[in-house]
């Protein structure tokens, strides 16, 4: 399974923020939308990247307030992505080595999705119950195959 395939049932939205906004806009937007994590983009271009996690390590436990810090100042600069034509597999390998949780999908300079671990999570699972659907019926003589 390729990112394109889970874009396609996901769909291609992206929810981002501007770099000179409130990292309280921010967890603002993420609560309103029910995700992890927002792109940050100036001009439509990818400048970084904030999480939660970026919320909670650069301002609950550094004691900063969040309608004072802006989104440029705890965002993660150097983003990590990947195109519609990644494998899921691949796309597991960078977040587990490189320890994140949400990839930007790109096309030349433009964000055109996200892709989430529990997107891709998702997928798997539903690659292995397919398989195993088709696995028992031709152990129990209910599908045939060619050849």
């Not at 921010?26 to 927002?38: N, R």
């Amino acid at each position: 399974m390729l990112v394109r395939d889970i874009l396609k049932n996901k769909g291609t939205k992206v929810y981002s923020i501007a770099p000179n906004e409130t990292v309280y806009q921010a967890i603002s937007k993420m609560d309103e939308y029910d995700i992890g994590a927002l792109i940050v983009l100036e001009d439509q271009q990818l400048k970084g990247i904030i999480s939660e996690r970026d919320y909670r390590s650069d301002v609950i436990l550094k004691g900063r307030s969040s309608k004072s810090t802006n989104v440029h100042e705890i965002m993660t600069k150097d983003v990590y992505c990947v195109t519609r034509e990644e494998s899921v597999e691949a796309c597991m390998s960078i977040m587990t080595d490189k320890k994140i949780r949400h990839l930007p999908v790109m096309e030349g300079d433009t964000v055109t999705g996200v892709v989430s671990i529990g997107d891709l999570v998702k997928s798997i699972i539903s690659k292995q119950k397919f398989e195993i659907k088709n696995m028992r019926q031709y152990i129990q003589g209910e599908a045939t195959y060619p050849g």
